[in-house]
C-alpha cells in the first residue's frame, strides 16, 4: 500500500512543497526514511513510531519506506514527523487517504503523540496556499502565526488523534487562539540617555532619512543606549512589514511559539561573527543582517569586526538583499536595514579625553583606525562624535516626542522630499573646494540635507541644513 | 681630480655599509685615506672589508656611479663640490657627499627667511599636529623652505602643511633616498618628490637604522637658521636636533604646552632655558623675518564670533560649544560655516579647534562661552 501525505519544507525563509509518501509492504519488519534526510529527519523514526504508540494507533510491524519528494534535495528538521506519520497512518488505512493527501501538515511529533510548532510556520502557511493545499495542520503553538497569512484554513491539532479525527470528521479543530506580543518588544526610552545633545540629533536625523550611523567616543558614553532606542522613534511598522518581520523571525526560529511581533528588529551581533552569521549562509538560514530587516542593525566595536565579515555586509546594504549559495541551495534574503555602528576613538577608549592620556602607540591607532575605513564606512551616511557624557546632565526628550517628528519628516520624504537649495549647493561646493570631503562625501551630505530640511519641515534644503549635514562627515581620519 | 677622492670613497662605504665620515677626517681628509698605505689603514683600525673596498674603489669608475644615481633621480654632491650645502659645511663633522632627490633645484641658505626646520614628537597630541601643519603651511606658504625628518608625528605635519600650500619642503632621511621610511609616509614622501627634495648623507640602498635618526638631526639643525620644536617629551629626539642647533648658533623657538604635560616637557624645557616662544604664525613670522599673516575680518555674525571665543580657549566637541540648553543643529551649521570659510578646523577626535589666529571679542561671555 502507498499512501502520500504533504509537508512544506523551509528554505531561507520561504517554504516548499514536500510530498512524503509512505509504503508498507510484507516482508522483514524494517522502517526506513529516503530523500536526503538529515539525522533530525532520520530520528523522526522513533518519534513517529512512539507517537503512533501512544496515540493508541496501530505501528505497523512490516517493511515501512517513506520517501521525501523531491528526493535529491537535502531536507532538515523535525516538522516532518506529522506528516511522515499521516501517510504510514494513511497507508495502513488508519486514516482517510484522500484527505490526508490533500492537507498540508506541519509538525514535531511528541513522544505522547502529542503535536509541537516548528519553526516557520508563517512562511509554510503562506506556501500553502501556493502549492494547492486544502488546509494547514498545525500545533497549538503555531497557530496564531500561521493564521497571519490567511491563505488556506489553519487547522489547529493537540495531538496524532486529535488530527485523524479531524479528518475524519469525527472532532473539531481548536480555535485559533489571540498571540499576546513577544516580550522582547519592549523598546527603552529615550529620555533615559542623559545628555548627548549632538548624537541625539544624529540619531533622530537618521531615523527620518533611513541613513546608516557611525558614532564614536569612549566606552560608557552612552552609544549602545542611544542605539537600542532607535527601534521606538522608527515609525511603527506597517502590517505588510509585521508580516515580513515575522517571517524571518519565524523561519529563525526566534519566535516564541504562540507569540507575535510588534516592534521592528534590533540586532547585536557580537564582533566575533563570521560572514555567513552576518549575511546568512550555514543551513541557509537568515544571518543577522535579514534578521534586522525593517529594523537595525547594530555592530558595536565596528573595528573589532572581522574585515571580511564587514566586507559581506557591502552588498546587502546596496541592494537591500543577500543571496546566499551553499551547497544545500541558494536563496535570496530581503536585508532592508538601517546601520548603527560604534566605535572608540582609538583601542584604550582615551584618545581625545582631555583629563586621562591615551596610551595607544601610533602604530596601532594608525592600524585600529584604519580597519574601518574603506567600503563599509563609505554607506554610513552619518559620523558623530559622542564624547565622554555627564552624569548630570538633563535627561533628553521621551522617544515619544522625538518618534513624532521621525513620523512628520517620513511622511514629507516620501511625499515631495525636499530639493537642495542654491545657497546649499554653493556652500557644498565650496567645502569640497576646500578639501573638507569627496565627491562621495558630498553626495552623502546632500542626502542628509534633505532630511534635515525634511524634519524642518522645510521645503527646500536651506544653507544651514547643508552646514549642519557638513558637520556629520565624521572627522579627519 | 678631489671630488673624486671623496666620491670614491662613498662608494667604498656604500659597498660595505660603513660609514667613512669619522675615518676620512682621522685620516686628514679624502685623498689621504684614499691615498694611505696598507699599514696606515691599518693603523687606523679599518675593517679589513672596507680597506679592500677601498684599493677596488681607486680604480673605480665614478662615472657610472654617477650614472646609475641618476637613473634613480638622486644626484650626489661632496665635500670637495663647490655644489655643497654651505649649510652643512658649518657642522663639525659634515657628511663626506650627500645624495639628492626630488624636484626643488636650489637648497636655500641657512638665514633668516631661507629655511625654518620644524620636529617634534612622533606621538603628538592633536593640538601639537595642528600647529605643526598650521606653521609649516605659513612658513612655506611665504616661500621658507620647511625642513623636517619624515617622522610620524610632528615631522609628517609639517610637511604635509607645507605641501598644502604647494610651497617648498626639505625631507632629511637616515636612510637611503630610495627608501620611504617609516612604511605608512609612501603617499607623503611621494608628494615631497614631486614639489619638495629629499636630502641623505647615505647612499642609496641604506635601510633606515637607529643610530642614523641621531645623525641626521644634525643635518635638519644645520640646513635651517630657525629651529622650531613643536611638543618633545623629555629626552625627545627632537632635543638632540635642538643641541644642534645651539653648537650652530641657529635660532631655536618652541611651541609651549600646558604646565606639567608630559607631552611638552622637552618644549617647556627648552623655553625655560631661553628659547623662543612660538605660539602661533605672527610669533614665527618676527623669527622668521617676514611679514605677519594677514588678518581675516571677523565673522560678521555674532553667533559665530561667539562660538570662535568659546574655541579659543581650548578645542571643544559640539555639544560642548552649545551648551546645556542650545540647539545641537544650529551649533553644528554654525561650527560647519566656519569650518568651510577656514576659522576652524576638526582634530582627528572630532573636536573643533581654531585654524587661524583669533582675538577673543571684549564683550562679557554669551550664553554660547559660558560652561
Redesign the interface.
Known sequence: MVARALTLWLTGITARRVDVEAHVADGVPSFVVVGLADRAVQEARQRVRSGMTSAEFRFPIKRLTVNLAPAQERKEGSGFDLAIALALLAASGQAPRDRVARVAAAAELGLDGGLRPVRGALAMAEAAGRVGADALIVAPGSAAEAALAGTVPVMVARSLRHVVDILADRDEPDPIPDAPPAIAAAVPDLADVR????A??ALEIAAAGGHNLLM?GPPGSGKTMLARRLTGILPPPGPDEVLEIMRIHSAAGLLAPGTRLEGRPFRAPHHSASAAALVGGARLRPGEVTLAHRGVLFLDELPEFNRAALEALRMPLEDGEVLVSRVAGSVRLPARCMVVAAMN?CPCGL??D?DR?CTC??QRL?AY?SRVSGPLLDRLDLRV?A?RADAH??PGEATSVVAGRVARARRRLADDPPAVGDDAGT?LD??VE?M?LSGRGADRARRVAAT?AALEGAETAS???M??A???R???? | MSGGAALRIVIAGARTGIEPGGITRRAGGPEKLLAASAERLERLGLPDSFAQELRRARRADVAAFRAELAESGTTCITVADPAYPPALRELHDPPLAVFLRGALAEIPLPAPGGAVAIVGA??PT?AGLRIARRLGAFAAGRGVAVVSGMA??IDAAAHGGALDTAGPTIAVLGCGTDVAYPR?HRGLYERILESGLAISEYPPGTPPAPWRFPARNRLIAALAATLVVVEARARSGALITADHALDLGRDIVAVPGAAGS??AAGTNGLIKSGAGLVEDESDLAVWLGIDAPERHPPPADGEACAVLDRLSG?PA????V?G?G?S??????????L??D?WVA??????YTLARAWTPTASPPSTATAR
Open positions: 545628555g548627548q545633545p549632538r541625539r540629533r564614536t576613538p584618545a581625545g582631555p592620556e602607540p601610533p594608525h583606525r562624535e564624547p546632565a538633563a556652500l565650496r567645502a576646500g573638507l534635515i544653507a544651514d541644513h552646514a549642519e557638513l558637520s556629520f565624521g572627522a579627519a581620519a | 612622533r606621538r592633536d610620524l608625528g605608512r608630559s607631552a581650548a566637541f559640539p555639544d560642548e552649545a546645556a542650545g545641537p543643529g544650529r551649533t553644528a551649521a554654525l561650527l560647519s560655516r569650518e568651510v577656514g576638526r582634530d582627528a577626535s572630532g573636536r
